[in-house]
Nanobody, 120 residues
């Protein structure tokens, strides 16, 4: 099972970026998916998460600016980031709880990370 992110980059403050993450491999069920971020010298933090049913939650600092969504095939997750601020600069990681084929429990997977840099 793999999670592959795309969409990071450099943007000016006030701009927008859209991150994408696609899960592939021997997957039976994908449960919750989410985005975390880690800035230099800081701990990794949850940015947003969404259940398989579409219920979403966000960390307070991004509410009203970021939107998480799932693709129609349910194996993709997106993070639309608007009104970006320099403090949003971090490596963003995709995360998912997945039940692989021929397994009996959920496993937690991480993507490789994508850099988001917001200049002031």
């Amino acid at each position: 099972v793999q999670l592959v992110e795309s969409g990071g980059g450099l943007v000016q403050a006030g701009g927008s970026l859209r991150l994408s993450c696609a899960a592939s491999g021997s997957i039976f069920i994908i449960n919750a998916m989410g985005w975390y971020r880690q800035a230099p010298g800081k701990q990794r933090e949850l940015v947003a998460a969404i259940t398989s049913g579409g219920s979403a939650n966000y960390t307070d600092s991004v509410k009203g600016r970021f939107t998480i969504s799932r693709g129609n095939a349910k194996n993709t997750v997106y993070l639309q980031m608007n009104s970006l601020k320099p403090e949003d600069t971090a490596v963003y990681y995709c995360n998912a709880d997945i039940l692989p084929l021929r397994k009996m429990s959920l496993y937690n997977y991480w993507g490789q990370g994508t850099q988001v840099t917001v200049s002031s």
